[in-house]
């Protein structure tokens, strides 16, 4: 890991923007931060750093800029107003965005001489500098690698390559995973609470389950990868929607809403529909992917 000192300027003093430039600051950064309405600098000054009045000023100020504003929109108009300060600099944004907006906001800065870095933060604001705390790049390598040591500071810095959009691609991809465990988690809650059980004492018996049930996920991903679903298959497709059928009964029968898991069990329905019920249920994966264009 690099430790060299570097000058960064923060645009965003959000929770998260403000957790960044608290943390460069910690490190020993010089550190200039911009926020859109006055007055969130207060506390960060107070440990050394230096507020600016506009993006143009702050990132004329550092060799690196991470901006963390709350959307694309607004990270655009932040890349707007500030367009005449941005040739020759880098900027790092992360934002949360789709991939398309992280490609587009790489041209735009590129058309203004600038170097461009799209990140993904895993983590929330108490977590930055932690073990646990990943920040996935995409984008510029030179920047990535330039500021390398900075950016470790953060939480665990992962290159995903030089198209903008791959941080952003992997980190919702994350984050879809973290809302299907939750969805998993709030349905079977609401089962076991229609009948006056507590979720914390649940939590005993679902915590260890799901930990379990992650095992599943290699082999589904050889399944995926290989895109044979047929194979060392040992909870088949058709038991699993008879399985999943009960859930759904048993879920209305107890005053629960379907809403989570009634597309899952259309799926499964589907593939049984199709003949498929020897198969695997990673076998759904073929019916919500992209699908191949002919000849691509
Ligand atoms: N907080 C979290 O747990 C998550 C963890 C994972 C990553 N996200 C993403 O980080 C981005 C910023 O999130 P945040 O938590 O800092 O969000 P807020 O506290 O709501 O602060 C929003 C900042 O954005 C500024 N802003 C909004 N609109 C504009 C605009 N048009 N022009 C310039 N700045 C704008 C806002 O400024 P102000 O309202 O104080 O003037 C705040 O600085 C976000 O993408 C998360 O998804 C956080």
């Known amino acids: 890991m690099h430790t060299d000192m570097t000058n960064i300027s923060i645009l965003g003093l959000g929770a998260m923007g403000q957790a960044l430039a608290a943390r460069f600051v910690q490190q020993g950064h010089t550190v200039t931060v911009w926020n859109r309405t006055p007055g969130k600098a207060a506390a960060l000054a107070a440990q050394g750093a230096r507020e600016v009045t506009s993006a143009a000023q ?47 906001a790489a041209e735009r800065t590129a058309g203004l001489g600038a170097a461009y870095l799209d990140g993904g933060i895993m983590a929330t604001p108490p977590m930055i500098g932690g073990e646990h705390a990943l920040i996935l790049y995409s984008g510029s390598k030179a920047t990535f ?5 900075a950016l470790e500071g953060l939480g665990v810095a992962t290159y995903l390559g030089a198209d903008a959009g791959l941080a952003s691609l992997h980190d919702l991809a994350l984050l879809s995973g973290m809302y299907g465990l939750f969805a998993g988690f709030f349905h079977a809650s609401a089962l076991v609470e229609s009948e006056g059980i507590r979720v914390g004492a649940f939590l005993k018996l ?30 088949n497709l058709g038991m699993q929607a008879a399985s999943l059928t009960n859930i759904l009964t048993a879920t209305s029968e107890q005053g629960v809403a379907t809403d989570l898991l009634a597309p899952m069990l259309d799926l499964f329905r589907k593939r049984l529909g199709a003949g498929l019920g020897d198969e695997d249920i990673s076998g759904v994966f073929e019916l919500i992917r992209r699908k191949r264009v002919a000849g691509g």
């Open 145 to 149: 690698d330039a500021h390398a040591g």
């Open 58 to 104: 702050a990132i004329a100020a550092s060799d690196v800029t991470v901006m963390c504003v709350l959307d694309y929109a607004a990270s655009d108009s932040v890349i707007n107003g500030a367009a005449s300060a941005l040739s020759g600099r880098a900027l790092v944004n992360l934002t949360n965005g789709t991939p398309a907006q992280a490609r587009a």
């Open 206 to 235: 679902l915590g260890p389950w799901m930990t379990a049930m992650m095992g599943e996920l290699p082999g589904y991903a050889e399944k995926i990868d290989s895109g044979n679903h047929g194979v060392n298959v040992v909870s």
